[in-house]
């Protein structure tokens, strides 16, 4: 239709299975990678080059402009893809002596899904592990195949290979990186190169790369009629859609080769079946109720030459790129309206909706910008032309153009405070820690990760201003402090709308020269980034903030302001200068002591302990920060305040210390450190030996009612061979007689928890038979207290637990058996019985229990007795009214008061009240007959005593 010699775009938007166009944007990329070829070719080495670059973001094209450039120059190529699909293989047999090749490795889409998605989780799949696994080692045999004759044969064969890896960040710094460190790292790895591709895809190389692809696909007839100016390059599209579909991405977040080429074969396709942009517009989602004309040229936002109702009337300036004059004032203008131009990268020069967009014309790039105004540039004046009105903007979601303005102006106002100023700078940073007041601004001091780090945003008005900075910064570097609070390194933040960038620069140089800390033989530099914006930088540095708050009122992916890139890269440097002195110890269930003395050991022979890398250059400094002695305590906090402790593992101060102790750079007298000297090691050694000595014998106390029980034991410890005659004999006694204290003391401390357990043993015998003897003294001399056992203590438990319940019993019965008269006197018995070595209580407690059964019974009867005779003298005063405590005189009144037998008054008055009497019975208590009995009970009836029923 368009004559075409195949489609231009594919609609997955990847290059075509006969690839006919060439790249564009990547020639920096490909002459890093150049390069790497040249150093495989010209020398005799293999390298490795990764290449770098999000999902999308045109890796395998770069790769095909690699290839291309390889085969000109000689290399034998061999391209595959990692993928999780199929064995991971690079084809080898046919690479011939000096022979270049050039090997290509192209992420596939699925592991760059698995990497993205995943991240480290990704390791728990068996299949992308092995993967991993298997590529790291192909890359590492071609790159030293003689290691790995096993796997490529005659390693003189594979010289001259040049590898190249295409990887997306998440799986190269996020899983590579850590996975597989001795391949792909760029310090400590195999990684000659790392060539990122520049993720800035700008509007002018987007038209480029349509452009280009259009003219590659095109057939001769197209040809010569482009050439014969009869047919835009860019036809069938217009420069008017493709601002359109490049506004879309850009709505849509993806500013990015791939899912632009995708939109741009999607608009190809519904051209060539008769539709328009506004079809796409719209399947996109920008459904107004409007025109499909009035949608496209409002959506494209880029001016037109024609006029009409729904437009308006704006300048059109076309400005070159390298007039910064023009430029400085185009931006000023595209600032007030929240857009932003930069001046140096022209990466950063793109496309803003109705301000301005840019494009190549003759190899030169120009920035078309759109005014309402007329700016003074008249030379670059291209005419009036006419772009959307606002309300027509409004319809196609434009409507926060003049929002914009407004925040830009209220913005920039707010930005005329310094303070505020600062305040802005601090949250761009996105500094989050303890704010601290410190010289003529403010510090924001945080914990990142283990480095402790401070922001300083100073702001200065006046000379005087500029020279208390620079003192307290003075001081800042030199001690490594902020208001108590210590750094690791510091981000120092500097504006002054009076004084000159330069003149801050001039007077904060030295300081950045000086030594960090004061004794680590590095610069400041390497610790610090410095910002500085002076009145010249003023300006820009408001702009700058403007713009990003405007992006953020946006919620657009925008460029942050400068420094926030700078500060990075400084922390970046800083941190990996920080790095170089964290210190590691490793262990396994060794004790930690052992580690350290084992590390000291290994140090003075002159080994490489892993972990500690760095020690020897932390050494050094300590030893810097004082002259002959410093205080253990002090020396642990400088240690604290120089180093990023923070960041060690499994090592902290003490340690660092009991280090220098260890190898005999430190002499401890008391609580001072002393730098080595032959004339006080031998103290120090004689102290440790001495305490070793007062571990030879091991003493037990344990004190008991009935004494203090005594234990000792001797430990064998051996011998130490004393030697001091420089620093090294002396760190080598030191060491053998430390370890020798800590075995002293181990073996103490079990020596002398078995003697405990023993002695408490002992002591806990006599605390049993104290309590025994407490109760019964007199079993005192039949125990031996130096042969007392467990069996002695048991019998005599036996025998006082046999008496209390002795004792017990007759405490019951003491009282029964004073009643009735007993003689027994068990108190007695059981003192006499305790008396003897075996005493025989068992037969003695069955023999009481008998003799209490009888005094129980014989109380019983008292007690019955007792009753009836109270009864029988109650009844006899109701009846009779005779008060007597004797029963006998009663009865016998009563009994001669009646003429009534005496026996059987006393038998009726102890039935008591109530009584029914019985004749018989009565008959046969008292020895009378019945008619008896009837004729006496007769005359107490008379009596009023008894009733007729014979019942009292």
Same mark, same amino acid.
């Given at each position: 239709?368009?004559?075409?010699?195949?489609?231009?775009?594919?609609?997955?938007?990847?290059?075509?299975?006969?690839?006919?166009?060439?790249?564009?944007?990547?020639?920096?990329?490909?002459?890093?990678?150049?390069?790497?070829?040249?150093?495989?070719?010209?020398?005799?080495?293999?390298?490795?080059?990764?290449?770098?670059?999000?999902?999308?973001?045109?890796?395998?094209?770069? $790769?095909?402009?690699?290839?291309?450039?390889?085969?000109?120059?000689?290399?034998?190529?061999?391209?595959?893809?990692?993928?999780?699909?199929?064995?991971?293989?690079?084809?080898?047999?046919?690479?011939?002596?000096?022979?270049?090749?050039?090997?290509?490795?192209?992420?596939?889409?699925?592991?760059?899904?698995?990497?993205?998605?995943?991240?480290?989780?990704?390791?728990?799949?068996?299949?992308?592990?092995?993967?991993?696994?298997?590529?790291?080692?192909?890359?590492?045999?071609?790159?030293?195949?003689?290691?790995?004759?096993?796997?490529?044969?005659?390693?003189?064969?594979?010289?001259?290979?040049?590898?190249?890896?295409?990887?997306?960040?998440?799986?190269?710094?996020?899983?590579?990186?850590?996975?597989?460190?001795?391949?792909?790292?760029?310090?400590?790895?195999?990684?000659?190169?790392?060539?990122?591709?520049?993720?800035?895809?700008?509007?002018?190389?987007?038209?480029?790369?349509?452009?280009?692809?259009?003219?590659?696909?095109?057939?001769?007839?197209?040809?010569?009629?482009?050439?014969?100016?009869?047919?835009?390059?860019?036809?069938?599209?217009?420069?008017?859609?493709?601002?359109?579909?490049?506004?879309?991405?850009?709505?849509?977040?993806?500013?990015?080769?791939?899912?632009?080429?995708?939109?741009?074969?999607?608009?190809?396709?519904?051209?060539?079946?008769?539709?328009?942009?506004?079809?796409?517009?719209?399947?996109?989602?920008?459904?107004?109720?409007?025109?499909?004309?009035?949608?496209? $040229?409002?959506?494209?936002?880029?001016?037109?030459?024609?006029?009409?109702?729904?437009?308006?009337?704006?300048?059109?300036?076309?400005?070159?790129?390298?007039?910064?004059?023009?430029?400085?004032?185009?931006?000023?203008?595209?600032?007030?309206?929240?857009?932003?131009?930069?001046?140096?990268?022209?990466?950063?020069?793109?496309?803003?909706?109705?301000?301005?967009?840019?494009?190549?014309?003759?190899?030169?790039?120009?920035?078309?910008?759109?005014?309402?105004?007329?700016?003074?540039?008249?030379?670059?004046?291209?005419?009036?032309?006419?772009?959307?009105?606002?309300?027509?903007?409004?319809?196609?979601?434009?409507?926060?153009?003049?929002?914009?303005?407004?925040?830009?102006?209220?913005?920039?106002?707010?930005?005329?405070?310094?303070?505020?100023?600062?305040?802005?700078?601090?949250?761009?940073?996105?500094?989050?820690?303890?704010?601290?007041?410190?010289?003529?601004?403010?510090?924001?001091?945080?914990?990142?990760?283990?480095?402790?780090?401070?922001?300083?945003?100073?702001?200065?008005?006046?000379?005087?201003?500029?020279?208390?900075?620079?003192?307290?910064?003075?001081?800042?570097?030199?001690?490594?402090?902020?208001?108590?609070?210590?750094?690791?390194?510091?981000?120092?933040?500097?504006?002054?709308?009076?004084?000159?960038?330069?003149?801050?620069?001039?007077?904060?140089?030295?300081?950045?020269?000086?030594?960090?800390?004061?004794?680590?033989?590095?610069?400041?530099?390497?610790?610090?980034?410095?910002?500085?914006?002076?009145?010249?930088?003023?300006?820009?540095?408001?702009?700058?903030?403007?713009?990003?708050?405007?992006?953020?009122?946006?919620?657009?992916?925008?460029?942050?302001?400068?420094?926030?890139?700078?500060?990075?890269?400084?922390?970046?440097?800083?941190?990996?200068?920080?790095?170089?002195?964290?210190?590691?110890?490793?262990?396994?269930?060794?004790?930690?002591?052992?580690?350290?003395?084992?590390?000291?050991?290994?140090?003075?022979?002159?080994?490489?302990?892993?972990?500690?890398?760095?020690?020897?250059?932390?050494?050094?400094?300590?030893?810097?920060?004082?002259?002959?002695?410093?205080?253990?305590?002090?020396?642990?906090?400088?240690?604290?305040?120089?180093?990023?402790?923070?960041?060690?593992?499994?090592?902290?101060?003490?340690?660092?210390?009991?280090?220098?102790?260890?190898?005999?750079?430190?002499?401890?007298?008391?609580?001072?450190?002393?730098?080595?000297?032959?004339?006080?090691?031998?103290?120090?050694?004689?102290?440790?030996?001495?305490?070793?000595?007062? $571990?030879?014998?091991?003493?037990?106390?344990?004190?008991?009612?009935?004494?203090?029980?005594?234990?000792?034991?001797?430990?064998?410890?051996?011998?130490?061979?004393?030697?001091?005659?420089?620093?090294?004999?002396?760190?080598?006694?030191?060491?053998?007689?430390?370890?020798?204290?800590?075995?002293?003391?181990?073996?103490?401390?079990?020596?002398?928890?078995?003697?405990?357990?023993?002695?408490?043993?002992?002591?806990?015998?006599?605390?049993?038979?104290?309590?025994?003897?407490?109760?019964?003294?007199?079993?005192?001399?039949?125990?031996?207290?130096?042969?007392?056992?467990?069996?002695?203590?048991?019998?005599?438990?036996?025998?006082?637990?046999?008496?209390?319940?002795?004792?017990?019993?007759?405490?019951?019965?003491?009282?029964?058996?004073?009643?009735?008269?007993?003689?027994?006197?068990?108190?007695?018995?059981?003192?006499?019985?305790?008396?003897?070595?075996?005493?025989?209580?068992?037969?003695?407690?069955?023999?009481?229990?008998?003799?209490?059964?009888?005094?129980?019974?014989?109380?019983?009867?008292?007690?019955?007795?007792?009753?009836?005779?109270?009864?029988?003298?109650?009844?006899?005063?109701?009846?009779?009214?005779?008060?007597?405590?004797?029963?006998?005189?009663?009865?016998?009144?009563?009994?001669?008061?009646?003429?009534?037998?005496?026996?059987?008054?006393?038998?009726?008055?102890?039935?008591?009240?109530?009584?029914?009497?019985?004749?018989?019975? $009565?008959?046969?208590?008292?020895?009378?007959?019945?008619?008896?009995?009837?004729?006496?009970?007769?005359?107490?009836?008379?009596?009023?005593?008894?009733?007729?029923?014979?019942?009292?």
């Amino acid at each position: 239709m368009y004559a075409f010699v195949d489609t231009p775009f594919s609609p997955s938007g990847v290059t075509h299975l006969t690839r006919r166009h060439r790249a564009v944007g990547f020639e920096k990329e490909l002459e890093e990678l150049k390069e790497a070829l040249k150093v495989a070719k010209e020398g005799n080495n293999n390298v490795l080059a990764v290449v770098v670059a999000p999902y999308g973001w045109g890796k395998s094209e770069l $790769l095909d402009e690699l290839e291309s450039l390889a085969e000109g120059e000689g290399f034998d190529v061999y391209r595959t893809a990692l993928s999780l699909e199929g064995e991971f293989a690079i084809e080898i047999a046919a690479k011939k002596r000096d022979k270049p090749m050039l090997v290509l490795i192209d992420e596939a889409d699925e592991l760059s899904r698995a990497a993205a998605v995943h991240k480290l989780g990704v390791l728990g799949d068996e299949k992308f592990v092995k993967t991993v696994q298997k590529v790291a080692t192909y890359i590492r045999a071609l790159l030293e195949p003689r290691s790995y004759k096993h796997l490529l044969g005659d390693p003189e064969r594979f010289n001259k290979i040049a590898i190249v890896a295409a990887l997306t960040p998440q799986l190269y710094y996020t899983i590579l990186k850590n996975i597989v460190p001795d391949v792909f790292d760029l310090t400590s790895g195999r990684v000659y190169k790392e060539v990122v591709i520049d993720t800035r895809f700008p509007f002018w190389q987007f038209v480029e790369t349509v452009k280009q692809r259009l003219l590659a696909y095109s057939a001769g007839e197209r040809m010569k009629k482009i050439e014969a100016g009869a047919l835009n390059p860019l036809d069938p599209f217009t420069l008017q859609e493709l601002a359109a579909v490049y506004h879309l991405a850009k709505k849509k977040g993806e500013v990015a080769p791939r899912p632009l080429l995708k939109l741009m074969a999607r608009l190809f396709q519904l051209k060539k079946e008769g539709h328009r942009l506004a079809h796409l517009l719209r399947e996109e989602g920008l459904n107004p109720d409007i025109d499909d004309e009035v949608l496209e $040229l409002a959506f494209a936002a880029i001016p037109v030459d024609v006029k009409k109702p729904y437009l308006k009337e704006v300048y059109v300036y076309k400005i070159p790129y390298d007039d910064k004059d023009a430029l400085s004032a185009a931006r000023e203008y595209l600032i007030a309206r929240g857009a932003e131009l930069d001046l140096k990268d022209p990466k950063n020069t793109s496309f803003e909706p109705y301000l301005y967009y840019t494009l190549l014309e003759g190899g030169k790039l120009y920035v078309y910008l759109v005014s309402e105004e007329e700016l003074g540039l008249e030379r670059y004046l291209v005419g009036k032309r006419y772009i959307a009105a606002e309300e027509v903007a409004k319809l196609v979601g434009w409507e926060e153009a003049q929002t914009i303005a407004a925040l830009s102006r209220e913005y920039g106002q707010r930005l005329e405070n310094p303070n505020a100023l600062l305040e802005e700078v601090e949250k761009a940073l996105g500094v989050d820690g303890i704010k601290l007041r410190v010289c003529c601004g403010y510090a924001v001091w945080q914990n990142n990760m283990g480095l402790r780090e401070a922001y300083l945003f100073l702001y200065i008005d006046r000379e005087e201003d500029l020279r208390k900075i620079t003192e307290a910064l003075s001081h800042i570097t030199a001690q490594g402090v902020v208001n108590g609070y210590v750094v690791d390194y510091l981000n120092i933040f500097v504006v002054s709308r009076v004084l000159l960038s330069e003149t801050i620069q001039q007077a904060i140089s030295p300081l950045m020269s000086a030594y960090w800390k004061r004794f680590f033989p590095n610069p400041v530099s390497n610790f610090a980034t410095l910002e500085i914006y002076g009145a010249d930088k003023y300006e820009k540095l408001r702009h700058e903030l403007i713009r990003h708050a405007i992006d953020k009122f946006l919620k657009r992916e925008g460029k942050p302001p400068s420094f926030v890139d700078a500060v990075r890269l400084g922390r970046e440097k800083s941190r990996e200068q920080i790095l170089r002195y964290t210190l590691a110890l490793k262990r396994g269930r060794e004790k930690r002591f052992i580690a350290l003395l084992k590390a000291a050991e290994a140090l003075d022979a002159g080994e490489e302990v892993e972990g500690l890398a760095a020690y020897h250059a932390v050494e050094e400094i300590l030893l810097r920060t004082f002259d002959d002695s410093i205080h253990e305590k002090e020396l642990k906090s400088v240690v604290a305040t120089l180093f990023p402790v923070n960041l060690w593992r499994d090592l902290r101060e003490d340690d660092v210390v009991e280090l220098m102790k260890l190898r005999g750079v430190l002499v401890p007298m008391g609580e001072r450190l002393y730098k080595y000297r032959g004339d006080i090691v031998r103290s120090y050694v004689a102290e440790v030996l001495k305490q070793i000595e007062a $571990l030879r014998v091991v003493e037990v106390e344990v004190r008991t009612p009935l004494g203090t029980v005594k234990l000792a034991k001797k430990i064998d410890l051996g011998e130490i061979h004393i030697s001091v005659e420089d620093r090294k004999s002396y760190a080598k006694t030191l060491r053998e007689a430390l370890l020798k204290l800590h075995e002293a003391r181990e073996k103490y401390e079990k020596v002398k928890s078995e003697l405990e357990r023993e002695a408490e043993e002992k002591a806990k015998l006599l605390r049993k038979i104290s309590a025994v003897l407490d109760k019964f003294p007199q079993r005192r001399k039949f125990i031996d207290l130096a042969r007392l056992n467990e069996e002695v203590v048991r019998r005599e438990e036996l025998i006082a637990q046999k008496a209390e319940e002795i004792a017990n019993m007759w405490a019951s019965a003491r009282h029964m058996a004073e009643a009735v008269g007993s003689e027994i006197n068990v108190e007695r018995d059981l003192s006499l019985l305790l008396e003897l070595p075996e005493p025989w209580l068992d037969e003695y407690a069955a023999h009481l229990r008998i003799r209490i059964s009888e005094i129980e019974k014989r109380y019983a009867e008292l007690i019955e007795l007792e009753r009836s005779k109270k009864v029988a003298l109650d009844w006899i005063r109701s009846k009779f009214g005779i008060e007597t405590e004797d029963l006998e005189s009663a009865t016998s009144a009563v009994a001669s008061k009646l003429g009534v037998k005496k026996r059987l008054i006393e038998v009726i008055a102890k039935r008591g009240k109530g009584a029914v009497l019985d004749v018989d019975e $009565l008959a046969k208590e008292t020895g009378l007959n019945r008619e008896e009995v009837e004729k006496e009970l007769e005359i107490l009836h008379k009596a009023g005593a008894v009733e007729k029923r014979y019942v009292a």
